[in-house]
T-cell receptor
Framework: KQEVTQIPAALSVPEGENLVLNCSFTDSAIYNLQWFRQDPGKGLTSLLLIQSSQREQTSGRLNASLDKSSGRSTLYIAASQPGDSATYLCAVRPGEETSGSRLTFGEGTQLTVNP | NAGVTQTPKFRILKIGQSMTLQCTQDMNHNYMYWYRQDPGMGLKLIYYSVGAGITDKGEVPNGYNVSRSTTEDFPLRLELAAPSQTSVYFC????????????FGEGSRLTVL
């Protein structure tokens, strides 16, 4: 059974700092990995989607990397801003499963960027 | 750009009552999902559908039912509400099976007293 772990559970940084969020998964046979952002009381917003054949994806100040063999992904946020404060979740599309393409989610990292 | 729309946003139920959470998407996505999110926990899959007329159970289906009569709509029914069903419910959809990005609604917060 695929398990996804995110460390740390919470992170507080001063504005302007570069930071890294970590996501690890137990089954390396994945189709893709997706990073989401969730603001309090809101739904999840997709940030980046990395296919299993890719090593990284970039969007603005965000860069996500994927190392399938070690079962790890990182989300790098450059020059953090208070508006980046949110919970960040990663999710993997596991293995060869074809029924519904179900994702397995991590529990998230709650990020606070202090002005 | 409506995307995935859920109603209601908030609801309080008494134990034993029934209700339906509505979900509709206007992106012509085949795959739709219902998740629940409990405080400090990740998302758990309740039910999913790979197309109109086809549904299947996820990790935590007990106490819920779904139907998928159209591509757009995927309602989630709670027949006999229990306090354990107090949670935030999210509907999501995707176009493609393997590579498609997942889109979420804004959630429905349900409290069972």
């Amino acid at each position: 059974k695929q398990e996804v772990t995110q460390i740390p559970a919470a992170l507080s940084v001063p504005e302007g700092e570069n930071l890294v969020l970590n996501c690890s998964f137990t089954d390396s046979a994945i189709y893709n990995l997706q990073w989401f952002r969730q603001d309090p009381g809101k739904g999840l917003t997709s940030l980046l989607l990395i296919q299993s054949s890719q090593r990284e994806q970039t969007s603005g100040r965000l860069n996500a990397s994927l190392d399938k063999s070690s079962g790890r992904s990182t989300l790098y946020i450059a020059a953090s801003q208070p508006g980046d404060s949110a919970t960040y979740l990663c999710a993997v599309r596991p293995g060869e499963e074809t029924s519904g393409s179900r994702l397995t989610f991590g529990e998230g990292t709650q990020l606070t960027v202090n002005p | 750009n409506a995307g995935v729309t859920q109603t209601p946003k908030f609801r309080i139920l008494k134990i034993g009552q029934s209700m339906t959470l509505q979900c509709t998407q206007d992106m012509n996505h085949n795959y739709m999902y219902w998740y629940r999110q409990d405080p400090g926990m990740g998302l758990k899959l309740i039910y999913y559908s790979v197309g109109a007329g086809i549904t299947d159970k996820g990790e935590v289906p007990n106490g819920y039912n779904v139907s998928r009569s159209t591509t757009e709509d995927f309602p989630l029914r709670l027949e006999l509400a229990a306090p354990s069903q107090t949670s935030v419910y999210f509907c999501a959809s995707r176009k493609q099976a393997n590579t498609g990005e997942l889109f979420f609604g804004e959630g429905s917060r349900l409290t069972v007293l």
